[in-house]
């Protein structure tokens, strides 16, 4: 069952909810007349806990509190919002995550939410974001004991003034379905790999396709070959969980711009014949995160429907030892018509991506977006919370930052060092498909680069926030859904 949102101007303090969660700017604690209130039913408790735990507003600082029958609502939840100046959509959204997790820790079937400002219909999608975001859980593959207790079913968020105008529904039941947009992204990455295969994914492609009403095409491992991507045929050929190539189209009749997103669907990376160490191995469950961000992308244009042509492509396979796998030493062409030397099983994402980025070119879009667990260097030098991303173009370096902003997410741009591109050179094919360790991530955006043309294009290496490992803000531990919400700002930007 999905959240149900309302929107509520009643006095907060009167509501009968299992959670009663308010925003707290600084310094509000003693002047805020709801806060007042809600202090005074409970007999000074909130402002001498406060004092005792030096909760002030800032950002990140919690403080609950049963009430006790003082006061409608079974428990007071405050949530520090920081600074009044800075309360944008990316923080109320991820203020309402705080409130929407914090619900579900507490066995909550239902949430009241108080913010501090007064909410715009921009800011409302935002809450409705942040609420299904962070309520969200993975709980499929649990039984007994350990199936939550309880579900949070509706959430009443407060604005002053009087009955919500159809426009404010229609900007919550937006931001409900973005977010599920991103949901479904998370519980991709989250499943486990002998569920997700590569034809489990496409599988996801076609219903999702239905439900959000666009376009689908997929290749089964013989439509690879035939269509000549021989990269993407070599990184998959050592599976018996054969690959498949995924092409999504929402075209809507109108539009001005094209864009197409790239996503590196490795259901699973063992590393091939170069294969991983044991430790870890395991995550590499999420090396699909980029087909996720992709097939989240385009369900969340499904949803919002933006009057510009946008395109999901998605290389899935799986890199696994065999018999039949692919080698270091094996030379393969691939659909761009350029030959490449493999060095080591393991940068097999790069291959895949090579023949799909070939395969976007051929579609003339104004811009090309790909997203991957590409590196681990990437990791090295950005940590887990920020992704890289590459593009030669200033002007869309631009736009990136400014949709990352506004989304709550974080890209780190990287330079495109061009006396790397030497380490590409091979003695025996076009190009080899990996250089030296170290800039690892830089590298790897180079080889890309090769198979782009004169297409302008944004590389995003995501292998740091794919998979989190705690909760924090809108992001739960595990499958994040990065970068979904830059993605649909980029294309809502694009308008
Ligand atoms: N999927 C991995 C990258 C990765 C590592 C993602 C850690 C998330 C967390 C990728 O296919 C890979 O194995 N890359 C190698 C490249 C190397 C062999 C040039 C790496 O980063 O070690
Ligand atoms: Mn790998
Ligand atoms: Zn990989």
Redesign the pocket.
Known sequence: MSLQIQMSSANPASLEVDVLAVCVTEGALGKDKLLGALDGALGGALTSLAAQTDFHGGSEQTLDLLTLGRLPARRVLLLGAGSRRGLDDARVRTLAASAARAANGFNAKTLGLVLSEKTSGASLRAVAEGLVLGEYRFTKYFTGERVPKAELGQAMVFKTGGRPSASEKKAIDLGKQVAQAVCHARDAVNEPPNELTPEALAGLATQAAKKYRFRVTVLDKKGIARAGMKLHYAVGQGSTNEPRFIHMTYAPRAAKKKIVFVGKG?TF?S?GL?I?PAAGMG??K??MGGAAAVLGTMMAVGAVRPNVEVHGIIGAAENMPDGAAYRPGDIFGSLDGKSVEII?T????RLVLADALAYATKLEPDVIVDAA?????C?VALGKTYSAFYTGEEQLARQVDRAAKEAGENLWRMPLIEELREQLKSDVADLKH?GERWG?SITAALFLREFVGKVPWIHCDI?GP?LSDRARGVTPKGGTGHPVLTFLRFVENAV
């Open positions: 490795l990376d590393g170069c991983k995550e590499m999420s090396d080591n393991d940068a097999e994402g667990t590409l590196t681990g260097a990791v990996m690892g292998a794919a």
